[in-house]
């Protein structure tokens, strides 16, 4: 089994910035994606942005230009840097990693961007 635990969530003024974590423990030999979703009340939850062990990344293009996605191997953790945050980026935070092609979700962190 894997456990994921995430940080970092909490409410930003428009514009501003927010950094989620999420760190990855128990069973794990070989992490490959690494992967961040959120999801808006009343909407279907949405990848964000992933990571491949490769270095590799892609963004929603809602992101774009705005948050950067990277992991630390060595800790088992991946990162959400979130600049330039607007209101319709409220959500609920996910974090996703795919192991042994199994896939773990982490309990999710609350961003809210309101002034």
């Known amino acids: 089994q894997v456990q994921l635990v995430e940080s970092g969530g909490g409410q930003v003024q428009p514009g501003g910035s927010l950094r989620l974590s999420c760190v990855a423990s128990?069973?794990?030999?070989?992490?490959?994606?690494m992967s961040w979703y959120r999801q808006a009340p009343g909407k279907q939850r949405e990848l964000v942005a992933v990571?491949?062990?490769?270095?590799?990344?892609n963004y929603a293009d809602s992101v774009k230009g705005r948050f950067t996605i990277s992991r630390d191997n060595g800790k088992n953790t991946v990162y959400l840097q979130m600049d330039s945050l607007k209101p319709e980026d409220t959500a609920v935070y996910y974090c996703?990693?795919?192991?042994?092609?199994?896939?773990?979700w982490g309990q999710g962190t609350q961003v809210t961007v309101s002034s």
């Open positions: 990571a491949s062990s490769a270095g590799s990344t």
């Open positions: 996703n990693v795919e192991v042994m092609f199994r896939h773990y």
């Open positions: 128990g069973s794990i030999f070989t992490i490959r994606a």
